[in-house]
């Protein structure tokens, strides 16, 4: 069992952790005097010029395939960029980015909102959430009616990511009534592409984080068929697809976070002194290092764990369930811990410690709470779709002529039925 990362993957990994000290790590202080000013922390210019810097030295799009431009890297190698990154609070993300259902879109579509989304000149959001649905995402009730060749789009949606700048919004919305009523989602949800100058608005959310998401109110927006995204009535497939793109890699940003955090807390406490000592002689001190830096290392197994059953086509999705879950409880633990290890100082804001506290605390609620990623799990191992004895040596996958393992995705384009565990895993792709 080989675990290392090759040659070019420790230098692709090396290059972000130089770009983020030099580029990233310095832009600190200005970014929170900023976001205290109530300004945004990373104004869209410095932005792009920091996307742009990187674009020269070959950095762009991630994991958008090589055929658009972008550098198509492996999910363990997203999820080691995404630490890297995670290390500063700093709302940095490389260019070259598109929601994966984008890719669904057909070619007139590509060209209006792929391509400019992933070169940066349209943003887009994704809108399923509404007042009334949030983890019983299929209690939507936004409604597109047929109008001829038009659909009238009635609804409102909550706490929509970067809704407030968004060109244009991915909604869902209920296109066959009584199917829907029938509880037969599968059928009755639509995603359309809607640009804000067809007649939806915004309204921002003020939270306890930096980004504010915002309400969408679609009051009778009229929009072609054309707008259809995938099929009508196969919105729902693509809205689970949008959600379950990549719960490795939330957890994996903030691992980078809690790295950074424990390090500050370990300084801080060998150079603190009370009752004549270092605080970081005091047990109860070092339990708390001690304890943040096995969680982090549990973090980083579950986090690539999940992204290397993505990079074998394995269905990752209990994987990335668990990882998810476990990121979300344990980097709020960690957060809590180093913000006591500082003290007072911990609780001011001239430490980013209280920054992260409050960012961190919505790992627990989006892309699934953790209430939604237990009963996931908890359904999966019930249902016998998974197991709790591990993956490893347990090959999910079938092998071709040639000896070499062959995924799931694999085994369905060459037409042969999955291994009963591909089947059972893919079952388990029942609750997301
Ligand atoms: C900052 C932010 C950004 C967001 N971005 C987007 C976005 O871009 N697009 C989008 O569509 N949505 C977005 N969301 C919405 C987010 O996904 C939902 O808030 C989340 O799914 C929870 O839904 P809810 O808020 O309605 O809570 P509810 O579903 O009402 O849940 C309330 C509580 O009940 C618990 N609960 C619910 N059902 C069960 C159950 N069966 N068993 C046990 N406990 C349960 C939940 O875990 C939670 O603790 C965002 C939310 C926030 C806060």
Redesign the pocket.
Known sequence: MDLDLTEDEKDIRQWVRTFVEKEILPLEQDVLARERRGERGLPPEELKRLQDLARESGFFGVQTPEEYGGMGLSAVMAALVEVELGRSFVPFRFGGYADNILFHANDAQKEEYLVPTIEGTKKS?????EPG?????RAIRTSAKQDGDDWVITGE???????TEADFVMVFAVTDAEKHKEGRTGESVTCFIVDRDQGWTSDQID?M?E???AALTFDGVRVPSSAILGEEGKGFALAMQW?GRGRYLLPARALGGCERMVEMGMEWARNRETFGKPIAERQAIQWMVADSAVDIEALRWLVLAAAWQVDRGDDSRQAQSMAKLYGGVHCNEIVDRMLQVHGGMGYTRELPLERWYRELR?LR????????Q??TIARNLLKGHASVRGHLGLDHRRRDRGGRAVGRRALVRRGRSPTRAARASEAAGVDV
């Open positions: 959001c994704f809108a399923i959430t649905a949030g983890s019983d995402a949606k909550t706490f929509i990511t970067g809704g939270t984080g980004w504010g998401p959600i919505l609620i989006y892309e699934g709470t953790d209430e939604i237990r009963r």
